[in-house]
Structure formats: C-alpha cells, structure tokens
C-alpha cells in the first residue's frame, strides 16, 4: 500500500474542464483503487458529500499566495503524511522532496494565444510548464495533441508523457426523454423554441465572433428561424463579442445566458438544434463531447484536439472562414437525414469515452511511477 496525494485545488466549482476532470478523476479512484491510501489537498474547504469517504481531506489555509502554499504548507504536509506519490492536476506542485511526482498538462494555449494572458500569467504558466517537464516522474496530458506540443516546445521524452482523454458521465449527458422538466428550464431561462448552442468563456480563443459572423450571413441569405444561444462567463476581451451583436444588429437573436450550473446543462443541449464550438484552440475540448453524449449534431474545428475528440461524428470546419462556419451550419439545419446520421455517429462516438477509463489508465500510471504500489484486481 502507498500512500498517494492529490492536489484538488482545482475541485471546488466544477465550472471549467480542469475542475470537472479533478472531480471524475477522484470520483473513479475511489471506486476501482481500495488498496492505496489517498490524501486530498485544497487551499479551501470544498464538499466532499459524494466523494470517496475513505480518502483523507486535508485543508491548509495558509499561505493564500499559491506559489507559497506549494512550496511551504503543502511541502510540508507531503512530508508530515508520508506521501509516496504526488499527482498536480494542474501543473503545479512542490518542487523539493523526494517522493515521486505526476502532473497532468491540459494545454499549451498560453504559448498560442499569449495576448489573453496578463505578463503575470504568461510567467506562471512558463515557470510550472517547464518544471513539470523537468521535475516530474510522468506527465499525463489529456489529447495526442497536446502531447505533441510539449514535446515541440518542451523537448520533453515521448516515453515521459501518457495521453489519458477525458470522460464522459453518462448517467448526467444522455438523450432525455420530453418532460415537464425541460418546459421549467425553458421558462428558467426564456430560451427560444428552436435554437443554436455554444458553450465557453467569452474570450477570443472560443471563437465566438466568428460564429456570430456566421450566424449573420445565415440571417441575412435564408429564412433561419433558430436563434443562438451562448452560455459561458464573461473572459479576457469579452466585449469584443458583445460589439460584434451590436454592430450586427442581432440583439433580439444572440441570447448570453452567463454562467450556467452543470445540472442544467445536459437539459440545454438536449433542447437544441444544434451544437456548435468554433474554437481556435483546446486541449481536449469537453462541450462538443457533452453535446454527442445528448444526441445533438456537432459543428467543431479542425484544430488543435478538436478532431481526435469527434472522429467522424462532427463536421469540421476552419474557425478562420466564416462562411464555412455559416455553410456547415446551414447544411445541418435544412438536411434532417444528415443531422439524424450525425445524431447516431455522435452517440457511438460519444460511448468510447469514460471517466472510469480515465481513472483506469491514471491508476496504471501510479503504479509505473511507483513500482511499490499495489495493483488491485481489476484495474489492469
């Protein structure tokens, strides 16, 4: 038995891809490893009700600066737990000490688009990248894609990094049945009959303004009756896109709903037409594999992860070529067979991923890092 811990910093909202992963990754450890001794590790108090009760929570408040809890509280709690094996799901993590250690590396987008990043961030992100490609045991990073890029940028050894892609809960992203309840989140949230959905943080990296663009000409050049919905906070240069609503003159047709909680979402994309994610960059990319675990059509991009996470499910589109996006979307709307096909692709594709898979593999990485950690019966 080894004792393992695991930064859950990134645990407490579960508003964005790493706090989802954090929380399925725990989640499933606690269901497949009963051998290993966990040790959970926040700088905050987080609800722990429906996580593994056998795993030790640990809260250490102090210091609030995030650089310093690193390297002296959490330091020092390795040291007084006797953790054998340290996992950052974040880049992040105690420099110093002998104990093994594994980083999971979401993306490099700070290196693509560093101008959404203050010189603060884009300091941060450089420092922990490059240590955890130095200092680490293993990295896991969550696409091929990204593998790639930290091997071009980073030099980093092939044989250092293991891809482990994330899941899907499929006891909470499903095609629903027509209820009572979809009529209460229509009226939750006043949205239209028929619609086109977007999820993200309204920043330049999702694309948005593009698929505004888009929306425009389908406006402009045919009779479109759904409207665009977008859910996702307010990011970096944020207003560039409600401008672009403004100058276009769609104000009574783009819908901002803001933030929106996980328990309503799966009733969202279930009420829509039509999912589309533009993106210019991602690491993984989770909504476009929410929105084919509904059943719902997908319109992504051909960059970055984006392919390797839809396969041939999805129709992939340049994020640069607005009328490309307006076409891809025109074609799904007005050809019911099509978006019928890519309905039934999306929900097989969907099937292959799991967040008891990802736990799976990352158990397995454990157990290579440290070569004292027992495998229990199952997990291989």
Same mark, same amino acid.
């Given at each position: 038995?080894?004792?393992?811990?695991?930064?859950?910093?990134?645990?407490?909202?579960?508003?964005?891809?790493?706090?989802?992963?954090?929380?399925?990754?725990?989640?499933?450890?606690?269901?497949?490893?009963?051998?290993?001794?966990?040790?959970?590790?926040?700088?905050?108090?987080?609800?722990?009700?429906?996580?593994?009760?056998?795993?030790?929570?640990?809260?250490?408040?102090?210091?609030?600066?995030?650089?310093?809890?690193?390297?002296?509280?959490?330091?020092?709690?390795?040291?007084?737990?006797?953790?054998?094996?340290?996992?950052?799901?974040?880049?992040?993590?105690?420099?110093?000490?002998?104990?093994?250690?594994?980083?999971?590396?979401?993306?490099?987008?700070?290196?693509?688009?560093?101008?959404?990043?203050?010189?603060?961030?884009?300091?941060?992100?450089?420092?922990?990248?490059?240590?955890?490609?130095?200092?680490?045991?293993?990295?896991?990073?969550?696409?091929?894609?990204?593998?790639? !890029? =930290?091997? +071009?940028?980073?030099?980093?050894?092939?044989? &250092?990094?293991? *891809? $482990?892609? #994330? /899941?899907?809960?499929?006891?909470?992203?499903?095609?629903?049945?027509?209820?009572?309840?979809?009529?209460?989140?229509?009226?939750?949230?006043?949205?239209?009959?028929?619609?086109?959905?977007?999820?993200?943080?309204?920043?330049?990296?999702?694309?948005?303004?593009?698929?505004?663009?888009?929306?425009?000409?389908?406006?402009?050049?045919?009779?479109?009756?759904?409207?665009?919905?977008?859910?996702?906070?307010?990011?970096?240069?944020?207003? !560039? =896109?409600? +401008?672009?609503?403004?100058?276009?003159?769609? &104000?009574?047709? *783009? $819908?901002? #709903? /803001?933030?929106?909680?996980?328990?309503?979402?799966?009733?969202?994309?279930?009420?829509?037409?039509?999912?589309?994610?533009?993106?210019?960059?991602?690491?993984?990319?989770?909504?476009?594999?929410?929105?084919?675990?509904?059943?719902?059509?997908?319109?992504?991009?051909?960059?970055?992860?984006?392919?390797?996470?839809?396969?041939?499910?999805?129709?992939?589109?340049?994020?640069?070529?607005?009328?490309?996006?307006?076409?891809?979307?025109?074609?799904?709307?007005?050809?019911?067979?099509?978006?019928?096909?890519?309905?039934?692709?999306?929900?097989?594709?969907?099937?292959?991923?799991?967040?008891?898979?990802?736990?799976?593999?990352?158990?397995?990485?454990?157990?290579?890092?440290?070569?004292?950690?027992?495998?229990?019966?199952?997990?291989?």
């Amino acid at each position: 038995m080894a004792k393992i811990g695991i930064d859950v910093r990134m645990m407490t909202h579960l508003k964005t891809g790493v706090e989802i992963y954090t929380y399925y990754l725990i989640q499933n450890l606690g269901r497949i490893d009963k051998f290993n001794e966990y040790f959970l590790f926040s700088d905050k108090d987080f609800n722990n009700s429906d996580l593994p009760s056998s795993f030790n929570k640990r809260i250490i408040k102090f210091p609030p600066i995030s650089f310093l809890w690193t390297q002296s509280s959490l330091f020092f709690a390795l040291l007084r737990y006797r953790i054998d094996l340290y996992h950052s799901p974040t880049s992040a993590f105690a420099l110093w000490g002998r104990r093994k250690r594994i980083v999971t590396i979401h993306d490099l987008s700070f290196l693509f688009y560093p101008e959404m990043y203050s010189k603060r961030r884009q300091l941060a992100h450089r420092f922990w990248l490059k240590r955890a490609v130095d200092f680490s045991d293993k990295i896991i990073t969550v696409s091929k894609n990204t593998k790639e !890029d =930290i091997i +071009k940028f980073y030099n980093a050894e092939p044989e &250092k990094i293991n *891809v $482990i892609h #994330l /899941g899907i809960d499929n006891k909470v992203y499903y095609p629903l049945k027509e209820s009572f309840h979809f009529g209460q989140i229509q009226r939750k949230y006043n949205l239209p009959k028929r619609f086109i959905f977007a999820v993200g943080r309204l920043e330049p990296r999702k694309n948005f303004v593009n698929l505004i663009k888009a929306y425009a000409i389908l406006k402009r050049k045919t009779d479109l009756k759904e409207k665009l919905v977008i859910i996702g906070n307010k990011g970096y240069r944020y207003k !560039d =896109i409600f +401008k672009t609503v403004e100058n276009l003159n769609l &104000k009574k047709e *783009v $819908i901002f #709903l /803001g933030y929106v909680p996980q328990k309503d979402l799966p009733y969202i994309y279930n009420l829509a037409s039509l999912f589309v994610y533009p993106s210019f960059y991602e690491g993984f990319g989770l909504p476009p594999l929410e929105a084919m675990a509904c059943g719902i059509p997908v319109i992504t991009s051909t960059t970055s992860s984006l392919p390797e996470v839809v396969g041939e499910a999805a129709i992939l589109v340049n994020p640069y070529n607005v009328e490309e996006i307006a076409e891809a979307i025109y074609k799904v709307l007005s050809n019911k067979e099509l978006a019928e096909k890519m309905r039934r692709k999306g929900l097989e594709r969907a099937k292959q991923f799991s967040w008891e898979k990802c736990g799976r593999e990352t158990l397995r990485v454990y157990e290579e890092v440290g070569k004292t950690l027992a495998k229990p019966s199952g997990a291989g």
